[in-house]
């Protein structure tokens, strides 16, 4: 059964950081296409950063760049998103994703296949 769990959510002040991690189980995450999406109150779903399956090309949205970085452990089977500089708009619950191969535009939450259950993060003083 292809799963893919997220952790690392909470509340932190704006400026902090934190690092989100995604453990896969059912199938080799290495594989696979990775990405990171968020989706705030009342907004689509929108995508950040994504690791490409074949050779490992990274690919970020305009309002991470800088500040988040994505990341594959494949010893691990996990993927992680590291945020720095966090901003109270970053709020949001943040989700992974995987899927094969690598979609055209991988910023587009339509073109992936298996989500975890997502993540809350709240960035507020």
């Known amino acids: 059964q292809v799963q893919l769990v997220e952790s690392g959510g909470g509340l932190v002040q704006p400026g902090g950081s934190l690092r989100l991690s995604c453990a896969a189980s059912?199938?080799?995450?290495?594989?696979?296409?990775v990405g990171w999406f968020r989706q705030a109150p009342g907004k689509e779903r929108e995508g950040l950063s994504y690791?490409?399956?074949?050779?490992?090309?990274?690919f970020s949205a305009d309002s991470v760049k800088g500040r988040f970085t994505i990341a594959r452990d494949s010893a691990k089977n996990t993927m992680y998103l590291q945020m720095n500089s966090l901003k109270p708009e970053d709020t949001a619950v943040y989700y992974c994703?995987?899927?094969?191969?690598?979609?055209?535009?991988?910023?587009?939450?339509?073109?992936?296949?298996?989500w975890g259950q997502g993540t809350q993060v709240i960035v507020s003083s």
């Open positions: 994703a995987a899927t094969v191969p690598t979609p055209p535009n991988g910023l587009d939450p339509a073109e992936w296949d298996y």
């Open positions: 059912g199938f080799t995450l290495a594989y696979y296409a």
């Open positions: 690791i490409s399956s074949y050779d490992n090309r990274i």
